[in-house]
């Protein structure tokens, strides 16, 4: 068993992401199959349950299942430089039909990275750098092939909500300032219903939970933005996240 004490708080849940993902796919409603997940989550002894800690198992579940889809179709359609942000213990690029020719960067805390190394299987086209969020970006991305002129798909995937004060802002503009025209960003923010829940059991640790309305208002003009908000889901209440999806227009031709 992976002994992950050491972890602090915010890097733990990149095992509980991880954890609720093999969860999800041995159940028999099961919204995806993610084998990977589930032959590394045997590896670490299993997080005790409670009505919230299975809210958000089915809350992670969701969001997996709706940006999976999102994150198909923009590599079907020729975006194939992705960089994830905080890609914790993520399996969606074995879970994922993956063309060769795509570049994938994750970049996460040197913990969370080594526990990766070691309980994940690697993907040949998969690379992990160590990096601060958001100050630690651009330099993490200097040390690879990524090329800021090629249009990107980044993900950030259950990372703002624990990015303190306006931290989301700063990971915004470095996105920004990375992306080529065409490029896309899939965002995803916890909801209103979620303050609620947590009043109810406030064992996770959000330092502030951005509002979406914030967020988007906060959108750097190069970006169109569009929003998806979940409906309820076995017994997530409506309105637990958003995935904020941004694309970049092409340069205006005058
Ligand atoms: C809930 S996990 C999500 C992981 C992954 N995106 C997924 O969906 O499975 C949040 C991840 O963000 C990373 N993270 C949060 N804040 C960070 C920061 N300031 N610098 C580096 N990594 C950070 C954590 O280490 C953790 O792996």
Same mark, same amino acid.
């Given at each position: 068993?992976?002994?992950?004490?050491?972890?602090?708080?915010?890097?733990?849940?990149?095992?509980?992401?991880?954890?609720?993902?093999?969860?999800?796919s041995r159940r028999a409603d099961r919204l995806f199959t993610d084998k990977a997940a589930e032959e590394a989550a045997a590896l670490f002894p299993p997080w005790p349950?409670?009505?919230?800690?299975?809210?958000?198992?089915?809350?992670?579940? $969701?969001?997996?299942?709706?940006?999976? +889809? @999102?994150?198909?179709?923009?590599?079907? %359609? *020729?975006?194939? =430089?992705?960089?994830?942000i905080g890609a914790g213990l993520d399996t969606r690029f074995t879970r994922l039909d993956l063309p060769s020719s795509a570049i994938v960067t994750e970049l996460d805390s040197e913990a969370v990275n080594d526990l990766a190394l070691k309980v $994940?299987?690697?993907?040949?086209?998969? +690379? @992990?750098?160590?990096?601060?969020?958001? %100050? *630690?970006?651009? =330099?993490?991305?200097?040390?690879?092939?990524y090329n800021r002129n090629r249009p990107t798909l980044w993900i950030v995937e259950g990372v703002l909500e624990y990015l303190p004060g306006q931290l989301w802002k700063r990971l915004a503009a470095v996105i920004t300032e990375h992306s080529a025209p065409r490029s896309r960003a899939l965002i995803t923010v916890l909801g209103d219903a979620l303050p609620r829940l947590l009043?109810?059991?406030?064992?996770?640790?959000?330092?502030d939970l951005p509002s979406l309305t914030h967020i988007v208002s906060a959108v750097p003009?190069?970006?169109?933005?569009?929003?998806?908000?979940?409906?309820?889901?076995?017994e997530v209440p409506a309105n637990a996240f958003s995935?904020?999806?941004?694309?970049?227009?092409?340069?205006?031709?005058?």
């Amino acid at each position: 068993m992976f002994d992950w004490s050491h972890l602090n708080q915010v890097e733990r849940s990149a095992v509980m992401t991880l954890l609720w993902r093999a969860a999800e796919s041995r159940r028999a409603d099961r919204l995806f199959t993610d084998k990977a997940a589930e032959e590394a989550a045997a590896l670490f002894p299993p997080w005790p349950s409670s009505p919230l800690v299975r809210v958000f198992a089915d809350i992670v579940s $969701l969001r997996t299942s709706e940006l999976d +889809r @999102r994150v198909s179709d923009a590599v079907a %359609g *020729g975006l194939q =430089q992705i960089v994830i942000i905080g890609a914790g213990l993520d399996t969606r690029f074995t879970r994922l039909d993956l063309p060769s020719s795509a570049i994938v960067t994750e970049l996460d805390s040197e913990a969370v990275n080594d526990l990766a190394l070691k309980v $994940l299987p690697k993907l040949p086209a998969v +690379r @992990r750098e160590v990096a601060l969020i958001p %100050g *630690g970006v651009t =330099q993490a991305l200097d040390k690879t092939s990524y090329n800021r002129n090629r249009p990107t798909l980044w993900i950030v995937e259950g990372v703002l909500e624990y990015l303190p004060g306006q931290l989301w802002k700063r990971l915004a503009a470095v996105i920004t300032e990375h992306s080529a025209p065409r490029s896309r960003a899939l965002i995803t923010v916890l909801g209103d219903a979620l303050p609620r829940l947590l009043a109810e059991d406030p064992t996770f640790p959000f330092p502030d939970l951005p509002s979406l309305t914030h967020i988007v208002s906060a959108v750097p003009s190069e970006w169109r933005s569009e929003v998806f908000t979940s409906a309820r889901f076995r017994e997530v209440p409506a309105n637990a996240f958003s995935i904020l999806s941004l694309s970049r227009s092409e340069p205006r031709a005058d």
